[in-house]
């Protein structure tokens, strides 16, 4: 297979805790990739790992063969490495367009604009001059993902991004999600939802305390054997 991003026997720390053990995946063009686990399982620190906002302590990070393990996060945002972060991290003060403005700074070139993720995001469109901290968790969460759109990425990391969100909220943002993933985006997308996780992914990698557990095609896995790799049963 042709990778985009391969991960090699990757090993994270943080301090003295092996939060990721040895993980080795590879993901290719394309593809959406579901990295599910329960908590502390070390899927955000994975993440984290690929887009360089975390160092790993061993193995290696290659996106499209080359070996990116040592790159900052934002050299790796010029490759084409986009991460959607836990919890949103937007700038509060700014409004919707700003916030999704400030990506542009170390962005790829490529052909997103902000009317072009109002276009995927709809809900956004009315929203544009609003401070990000009054609008609601759903809609903070599509300007996160706006942001992420904007650097032009080959490669889109999204972590949890359903987390503290109302049930519709929910769907809003996976229906907006399913427009990029029709157009052929490459996605490895931390869910805690199972069923949402395979509803959209292609494959799925199950962590146990850091290490992978599963990797398989998700058509050949029932959410039973997601369910007892996920608790680690034998
Ligand atoms: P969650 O669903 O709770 O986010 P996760 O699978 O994403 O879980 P991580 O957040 O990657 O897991 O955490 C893996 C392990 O690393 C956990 O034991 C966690 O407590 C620890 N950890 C994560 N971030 C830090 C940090 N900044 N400092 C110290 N330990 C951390």
Same mark, same amino acid.
Request: proline share 4%; aromatic share 2%.
């Given at each position: @297979? ?19 053990? /040895?993980?080795?995946?590879?993901? *290719? ?36 063969? $080359? ?9 790796? #945002? ?14 509060? !003060? ?28 709809? @809900? ?8 990000? /901290?009054?609008? /609601? +968790? +759903? ?8 942001? *992420?759109? @904007? ?8 972590? $949890?991004?359903?987390? +503290? ?5 929910? !769907?809003?943002?996976? $229906? ?11 996605? #490895? ?30 058509? !050949?896995?029932?959410? $039973? ?10």
């Amino acid at each position: @297979m042709n990778a985009l991003l391969s991960v090699e026997e990757l090993d994270v720390h943080h301090g003295l805790l092996h939060a990721v053990r /040895s993980v080795s995946l590879a993901v *290719a063009e394309g593809e959406r990739l579901a990295l599910v686990g329960a908590n502390g399982a070390g899927k955000t620190t994975l993440l984290r790992s690929v887009a360089g906002a975390k160092q790993a302590t061993h193995g290696n990070v290659r996106l499209d063969g $080359e070996v990116i393990t040592a790159l900052p996060a934002h050299r790796r #945002v010029r490759l084409g490495i986009a991460l959607v972060p836990e919890g949103r991290k937007l700038f509060p !003060d700014l409004t919707v367009e700003e916030n999704l403005l400030v990506a542009t700074r170390h962005r790829r070139a490529g052909p997103w604009t902000v009317d072009g993720v109002l276009d995927v995001f709809p @809900m956004l469109r009315k929203l544009r001059s609003r401070r990000a /901290s009054t609008l /609601s +968790g +759903g809609e903070q969460q599509a300007t996160a993902i706006g942001r *992420a759109l @904007m650097t032009n990425p080959r490669l889109l990391l999204l972590d $949890e991004v359903s987390l +503290g969100l109302a049930p519709l909220a929910v !769907d809003a943002v996976y $229906e907006c999600l399913a427009t990029l993933l029709a157009e052929g985006a490459t996605v #490895v997308l931390v869910e805690q939802d199972l069923t949402r996780a395979l509803q959209v992914a292609d494959r799925v990698v199950c962590l146990l305390e850091g290490r992978v557990v599963l990797d398989a095609p998700a058509a !050949d896995v029932s959410r $039973e054997q997601v369910t007892e790799a996920y608790f680690g049963l034998p």
